[in-house]
Nanobody, 123 residues
Framework: HVQLVESGGGSVQAGGFLRLSCAAA????????MGWFRQAPGKEREGIAA???????YYASRVKGRFTISRDNAKDTVYLQMNSLTPEDTAVYYC??????????????????WGQGTQVTVS
């Protein structure tokens, strides 16, 4: 049974930072492609950061240079460090895992498992 649990969301002022965590159970994150996605009201879910089994990282252009994805293999946890936040970053953020692809990139359809989401609000 795979479970992904996000935490770390909240409200922050523009220019601030947050670190999201995704604790995984039932998978080994070092051997699983992991990704972070977000969905704002009225918009489609978009991929913003991913890390493949080889450690290669992928970022959406709108967050590159501000967000960093990382993983702690010992804790089976994936992180998303978000700096220089703007109101446009306001969304529900989701963690996802892919058992179908070793490098799933930023495409939601390549991911099999999803967390429940955590709200990030930037004002």
């Amino acid at each position: 049974h795979v479970q992904l649990v996000e935490s770390g969301g909240g409200s922050v002022q523009a220019g601030g930072f947050l670190r999201l965590s995704c604790a995984a159970a039932g998978i080994t994150v070092s051997r699983t492609a992991m990704g972070w996605f977000r969905q704002a009201p009225g918009k489609e879910r978009e991929g913003i950061a991913a890390i493949d089994t080889g450690g290669t990282r992928y970022y959406a252009s709108r967050v590159k240079g501000r967000f960093t994805i990382s993983r702690d293999n010992a804790k089976d946890t994936v992180y998303l460090q978000m700096n220089s936040l703007t109101p446009e970053d306001t969304a529900v953020y989701y963690c996802a895992a892919s058992r179908s692809f070793s490098a799933a990139g930023l495409r939601p359809l390549r991911y099999n498992y999803w967390g429940q989401g955590t709200q990030v609000t930037v004002s």
